[in-house]
């Protein structure tokens, strides 16, 4: 998978960017590893600014969520 190094006209960036790396401190469900894990794997999509990863906020808070959803 590669990641967007700058925002595109198709894929508007959000405003809502998180650092990978503080994602465990703000939902402690997420270690970082597993966060390395999500973005590495394209479940969560990632922006990388230099050497930084962001990820949306909202999309940690939906992937939290379908994982609490029971299964069909």
Known sequence: MTTPAAPSPAQPTPTDLVARTE??????AISERLA????TEGRIP???VGSRVYVSAGDVER??????????
């Open 36 to 39: 390395r894990r999500l973005t």
């Open 46 to 48: 990632s922006w990388r």
């Open 23 to 28: 994602v465990p401190a703000r939902w402690p």
């Open 63 to 72: 992937w939290l969520a379908s994982c609490r959803q029971p299964a069909a």
